[in-house]
């Protein structure tokens, strides 16, 4: 008996240890992947924030550098001591997805430099596609929060649709022991197109023209992303 006993609490000690060196492994910080529109429909015009038309790249272009400093502020932290964050760029082209900020230690200059230039919007919106190499790669970084937040002005039209990547990435990240939160701001599009992601528990919000893209856009940040806000549970 006491053999037993000795054996079951040798059993747990190890396995305590091995949980303790699982979280070990991860490290306090933010890993976000941003995956931002590229397609043609990216041409078209809404609203900016004078109330003049103006093509939905220029307006977003001025989001994106807009979420570069929001994320430097972050990484700078309060009294002197930096905060992790690691960050990469994920656009659409002729050649599918790709990373147009390599995945690493955040980076703002290299995104506000992408902002600037960016002027040739094309092709089609692999969404799925995106969302499955932007998750994994942010599901390799060793920092402990790990997000991808996309900014679309439309539909999947190629490849996987995003409902059907999303069942997968969860389980893999359940396999990895990670959790993956995914954001959704769809821009001069119906939010309500996304109602199949939010029921696998992304995040949504909706913006018509450069003044809601911003909100939107800095409410996610700064209550889901940086700060990490837990939805309120519902009702049954």
């Known amino acids: 008996m006491k053999i037993i006993l000795s054996l079951a609490v040798m059993t747990a000690l190890v396995a305590l240890e091995q949980g303790a060196t699982c979280r070990?492994?991860?490290?306090?910080?933010?890993?976000?992947?941003?995956?931002?529109?590229?397609?043609?429909?990216?041409?078209?015009?809404?609203?900016?924030?004078t109330g003049k038309s103006r093509p939905k790249y220029l307006i977003a272009n001025r989001a994106l550098k807009a979420v570069a400093q929001q994320i430097q502020a972050f990484a700078a932290g309060t009294g002197?001591?930096?905060?992790?964050?690691?960050?990469?760029?994920?656009?659409?082209?002729?050649e599918g997805v790709r990373e147009a900020v390599p995945f690493g230690p955040f980076d703002a200059a290299a995104l506000e430099q992408f902002a600037r230039s960016f002027s040739t919007p094309s092709g089609n919106t692999p969404l799925g596609t995106a969302l499955g190499l932007a998750s994994h790669t942010v599901m390799n970084s060793r920092l402990s929060r790990k997000h991808v937040l996309i900014i679309t002005d439309g539909m999947n039209t190629e490849g996987p649709a995003p409902e059907a990547v999303m069942p997968r990435l969860k389980q893999q990240a359940e396999e990895k022991h990670v959790s993956l939160s995914v954001h959704f701001v769809a821009f001069d599009v119906d939010a309500k197109q996304f109602n199949s992601v939010k029921k696998l528990g992304a995040t949504v919000a909706g913006a018509?023209?450069?003044?809601?893209?911003?909100?939107?856009?800095?409410?996610?940040?700064?209550?889901?992303?940086?700060?990490?806000?837990?939805?309120?549970?519902?009702?049954?």
Do not use: C, W
């Open 24 to 49: 070990a492994a991860e490290e306090d910080g933010v890993a976000l992947a941003i995956i931002y529109d590229t397609s043609g429909s990216m041409h078209d015009s809404v609203r900016d924030s």
């Open 80 to 94: 002197g001591t930096p905060r992790r964050v690691e960050a990469g760029l994920f656009v659409f082209g002729a």
């Open 208 to 236: 018509a023209d450069e003044k809601q893209l911003n909100s939107q856009l800095e409410y996610i940040l700064q209550r889901k992303i940086l700060l990490e806000e837990e939805e309120p549970a519902k009702k049954q």
